[in-house]
């Protein structure tokens, strides 16, 4: 292939993700990235951990109707632009977040552009 | 405790030709505390997937940065390939490699006239921007255009470069290298330069780590990470190894740029020396399914392209996390206890480029 790369995806429950962040970080990993995926009636949340080049991933799923995440800013600080990301384009409440720009991080012309469906028309 | 003045720093500056915005909290002008806004001109391309198909969708990578933009277009392929389980041909590969390295030459040099103009030192600007214009040059007669390659493609290369192109080429680059390498000792050796990037802008090796830096503000800080190690392209036939430093400081963080430069050359060289015969591309068919996070080294970092395909022409998901956007929390420490003039310079050491970060 193009490039082969294990890329195992752990599934967890939000309430295990601080938890499960601190293990990754005294395990000495780097966070990666975060992101999320619109799905119908879910939103997907992967975290993305490096070490020695071994690419690891955790994910939550979330409904659409109940989307609230603890931060993993007590472990990993460099979480913040990622989850005022969250905050700003899918509208994923985060909680104990360590620097939060409440909305703000992002200045769009609508709120959480990317819950907006695509026959909507705003892709 | 001194009185406590906020400066905003951007988003328009002069050393800052995109729009970042700092809050610097100063006691003084020490800075105690920095509070950086992006978002002034999010862009919102990732969601151009739902709407290009993903043979299009390469144009729309290539647009994320205007310095940096064959190795987006190549890191987005990568991942859509690896979806189809698609196996590049070797020639594309090497070609791949080497517009890869001479985009890394370009912007580094671009970067470091750029940091020889926010210190003042305007004819080592202009020496560098000369010498990185014979760069584009080669860019241009290889691929096209001198910004958007538009060389790379799923499957493979858009075109190819004939082989008597590619000995020029090689022979062109020893004259350029050249007089590149008669820039190299005012970065590496000059008193004005070092006393403005010596212990400046300090950041840590654990430091640099646990907040995720990526490219060289982190090897600058004495960590060997470096992508193009997992062997994608053909960076696995080729002989190389990471570029570091260990000061942590902004001059480190020159040092590793000015190093990769001659590291480029030498890899170009390499892949000009061994590349194969044959096809430039395969037939594509079928459509992604599946996902997959593709990693590059870019020149100011890890770039990773998530794609998520689900059979059809359209991907579900198409995610890029921009190296300048891995900087920013290492940023923020860095500025940290620095005095007010240096602002400019520490961060402009972590090269940053928002519109990539603002993709």
Redesign the interface.
């Known amino acids: ?5 294990p ?1 195992p995806v752990i599934a967890i429950d939000r309430a295990d993700l601080p938890e499960k962040a601190k293990e990754f ?1 005294v395990q000495g990993y ?4 975060i ?1 999320a ?2 799905g119908d009636s879910t939103l997907e949340v ?1 975290y ?1 951990f490096d070490r020695d ?1 071994a ?1 690891t ?1 955790m994910r939550v799923i979330l409904q659409k109707d109940d989307t609230v995440l603890p931060s993993i800013t007590g472990s ?3 979480a ?2 990622y989850e005022n990301e969250l905050q ?1 384009l899918f509208g994923i409440k985060i909680t104990d977040l360590a ?1 939060n ?1 409440n909305g ?5 012309a609508i709120k959480t ?2 819950l907006v469906n ?1 026959s909507s028309g ?2 | 405790m001194g009185t406590r003045t906020i400066i905003p720093f951007g988003p328009q500056h002069p050393v800052l030709p995109e729009p970042i915005h700092l809050d610097l909290v100063l006691e003084d002008e020490k800075v105690v505390e920095a509070l950086p806004s992006v978002g002034f001109v999010h862009r919102g391309l990732e969601r151009l997937a739902e709407v290009k198909d993903f043979h299009e969708l390469v144009y729309v990578a290539e647009r994320i940065c205007g310095i940096c933009s064959f190795i987006h277009g190549q890191g987005y392929c990568q991942g859509v390939e690896t979806l189809l389980n698609i196996e590049v041909p070797a020639r594309a590969k090497y070609l791949r490699t080497i517009w890869a390295e001479l985009s890394r030459i370009h912007s580094h040099i671009l970067w470091l006239g750029l940091f020889a103009d926010a210190f003042g030192f305007e004819s080592l600007f202009m020496h560098c921007w000369r010498v990185r214009e014979k760069i584009v040059d080669i860019i241009e007669a290889t691929a096209g255009g001198r910004v958007i390659f538009g060389s790379c493609k799923v499957g493979g290369a858009r075109r190819d470069i004939p082989n008597d192109v590619l000995k020029g080429i090689k022979a062109e680059l020893t004259t350029i290298e050249a007089e590149y390498n008669e820039l190299k000792p005012t970065f590496l050796h000059d008193n004005s330069v070092k006393r403005r990037t010596v212990g400046i802008g300090t950041l840590s090796k654990e430091q640099a780590y646990a907040l995720g830096a990526v490219g060289p503000t982190l090897r600058g800080s004495g960590v060997a990470s470096d992508l193009r190690t997992l062997g994608y392209a053909a960076y696995k036939d080729l002989q190389w190894e990471p570029v570091v430093e260990h000061g942590g400081d902004c001059y480190s963080r020159t040092v590793v740029r000015v190093r990769e430069v001659t590291m480029s050359f030498d890899l170009i060289r390499q892949a000009i020396d061994k590349i194969p015969e044959g096809p430039v591309d395969v037939k594509v068919t079928g459509n992604p399914t599946g996902e997959f996070f593709s990693r590059l080294e870019q020149p100011r970092g890890e770039v990773v392209y998530y794609v998520k395909g689900n059979n059809t022409k359209f991907l579900e998901r198409f995610r890029i996390r921009t190296p300048t956007f891995a900087n920013i929390a290492p940023l923020v420490v860095m500025l940290k206890g620095c005095e007010l003039p240096d602002v400019p310079v520490i961060v402009l050491t972590i090269d940053p480029c928002i519109s990539c970060t603002e993709r």
């Open positions: 292939m193009t490039m082969i790369e890329q970080f780097r966070l990666v990235q992101c995926t619109n992967t993305s080049y690419f991933n990993f600080l460099a913040f632009t700003d620097i720009y703000n991080f992002y200045k769009m552009p990317f695509k705003a892709a």
